[in-house]
């Protein structure tokens, strides 16, 4: 594994304890503790592999041509392969190691790649103590902005706490307890190194697993104009770009499966996240309304 690790100082401990949402609860705070030539290339993990990894988010956001059978496995293209994802039901789970504890964070919802928005519910886990698990956090994805309701104490019911993914350090690809399905299909255009493992089934879906690295500062540059701010922020915060990515994508080039895997060290022991994002029910309809400049809280939050 390539161990990437996060900057020390300030920004740095915010990430850790506003990161991984819940997590400072959960184990006493962070710093305690790629038929015909095409084909055979996919398989050698070659540039047939590469080009289908990199390809994944403009598939996902209808931005490629649609070839995606072609793309990923030299063979005819499928009849529905002309069929873009636009949005897509999502599940995630973050899992993060430190101080010898580990704790999983997990959330459902839906997303639309074509706006960039997205509503999730997060679900924390139980303390370290043994309470009940928290009340679920509710939170909404746009394009270089995070809300999230139930966030933290002190923060009435109705209100949501607002912040900006394009200033913080990891551009919010750990920070929320999630990683925003977009931003993880965006770090696949910085794909290097990629193999291909085979293929496997997902759901009931054949898929091809591809494994390699994303260099995060290359992401940011070939992203689309809609996701290079977070991605640029993460490129600055950590000073070892590269991240490890196990990806699955079905016939038509479409994510399915991507785990992550980000390591960074601050004060403390170095601690480990395994951010994974699983896309089904393509075409589901999705509803996002941001909220207005009232509902946002703009007081104090303290950690619970």
Request: some cysteine; proline content about 4%.
């Amino acid at each position: 594994m390539v161990v990437q690790q996060h900057r020390s100082g300030g920004g740095a401990r915010a990430v850790c304890a506003l990161a991984v949402v819940g997590v400072m609860a959960a184990t006493a705070g962070c710093s305690a503790g790629g038929g015909g030539d095409r084909a055979v290339a996919d398989e050698r993990g070659g540039a047939g592999s590469l080009d289908a990894v990199r390809r994944a988010a403009a598939v996902l956001a209808g931005t490629a041509s649609g070839t995606g059978t072609a793309a990923v496995a030299g063979t005819a293209p499928d009849p529905g392969a002309g069929t873009v994802a636009g949005t897509a039901e999502v599940r995630t789970s973050m899992e993060t190691a430190a101080g010898g504890t580990r704790v999983t964070i997990r959330g459902r919802g839906t997303y639309d790649f074509r706006t960039r928005t997205g509503r999730l519910t997060v679900v924390l886990p139980k303390d370290a103590a043994g309470e009940d698990e928290h009340r679920p956090i509710t939170e909404l994805l746009a394009p270089g902005a995070l809300y999230m309701k139930n966030r933290g104490a002190g923060v009435p019911a109705d209100k949501w706490v607002r912040v900006d993914t394009t200033a913080l350090e990891d551009g919010n690809l750990v920070t929320g307890g999630v990683t925003d399905p977009m931003a993880a299909a965006e770090l696949l255009r910085g794909a290097r190194q990629v193999t291909y493992e085979g293929r496997t089934e997902l759901a009931g879906v054949t898929v091809r697993h591809y494994r390699g690295t994303a260099d995060i500062g290359l992401a940011a540059r070939e992203a689309a104009p809609g996701s290079r701010g977070v991605l640029a922020a993460a490129a600055k915060g950590f000073s070892e770009d590269t991240v490890p990515f196990d990806v699955y994508l079905d016939e038509q080039g479409r994510l399915r499966k991507v785990r992550h895997r980000f390591s960074f060290a601050n004060e403390g022991p170095p601690a480990e996240v395994v951010s994974t994002t699983l896309l089904f029910g393509f075409g589901v309809p999705v509803s996002v309304r941001l909220p207005d400049g009232g509902d946002i809280y703009t007081g104090q939050i303290r950690q619970r």
